[in-house]
T-cell receptor
Framework: GQNIDQPTEMTATEGAIVQINCTYQTSGFNGLFWYQQHAGEAPTFLSYNVLDGLEEKGRFSSFLSRSKGYSYLLLKELQMKDSASYLCAVRDGDYKLSFGAGTTVTVRA | ETGVTQTPRHLVMGMTNKKSLKCEQHLGHNAMYWYKQSAKKPLELMFVYSLEERVENNSVPSRFSPECPNSSHLFLHLHTLQPEDSALYLC????????????????FGPGTRLTVT
């Protein structure tokens, strides 16, 4: 089966940096995605990594190490609106996307 | 506006009822998906359709029956459900079901909150 682990909850202060780690053990690997989901809303795409290294997109960056089965999402200059659940997902075949349970990030003033 | 709409947004049904969930995407995508999201659990992929052909059925009980009449519409027909089927059902679409990078990025609808009594 697929195993994707990420912390359940994290809390940080407005303006700070938070790093959400994701480790995975899957039968295949065709890329890793990060999604953001606000309470009661649909998940929205944040980033995609298929090669090792760092992908930067404004305040958000995502890192991948395929040999270690590890990724992280880095959120910089945190804003209150960043309070949400962050989902790590691995594409482990042609069609299938397997998700972690999500990390709830709470940003405090 | 995400480009993917779902109706109804909320549904309460008894275990003997039959109901259908509807999803429509306005993005010109070729692939559509059904997911189940239960509290504190990972999103579970249920079905994948590519160009109206079902390409993935993730061991879903037969009381859930999908239908994809065209590439813009996806239905999930429900019958004789159990209370443990209560969850948020999310529809998603992507340009392609297989392929690299951006063509696989999935766009989600707002979901249908289903309660089985």
């Amino acid at each position: 089966g697929q195993n994707i682990d990420q912390p359940t909850e994290m809390t940080a202060t407005e303006g700070a940096i938070v790093q959400i780690n994701c480790t995975y053990q899957t039968s295949g690997f065709n890329g890793l995605f990060w999604y953001q989901q606000h309470a009661g809303e649909a998940p929205t795409f944040l980033s995609y990594n298929v090669l090792d290294g760092l992908e930067e997109k404004g305040r958000f960056s995502s890192f991948l190490s395929r040999s270690k089965g590890y990724s992280y999402l880095l959120l910089k200059e945190l804003q209150m609106k960043d309070s949400a659940s962050y989902l790590c997902a691995v594409r482990d075949g042609d069609y299938k996307l397997s998700f972690g349970a999500g990390t709830t990030v709470t940003v405090r003033a | 506006e995400t480009g993917v709409t779902q109706t109804p947004r909320h549904l309460v049904m008894g275990m003997t009822n039959k109901k259908s969930l509807k999803c429509e995407q306005h993005l010109g995508h070729n692939a559509m998906y059904w997911y189940k999201q239960s509290a504190k659990k990972p999103l579970e992929l249920m079905f994948v359709y590519s160009l109206e052909e079902r390409v993935e059925n993730n061991s879903v009980p037969s009381r859930f029956s999908p239908e994809c009449p065209n590439s813009s519409h996806l239905f999930l027909h429900l019958h004789t459900l159990q209370p443990e089927d209560s969850a948020l059902y999310l529809c998603a679409s992507s340009l392609d079901a297989s392929g690299t990078g951006g063509t696989y990025e999935q766009y989600f609808g707002p979901g249908t909150r289903l309660t089985v009594t």
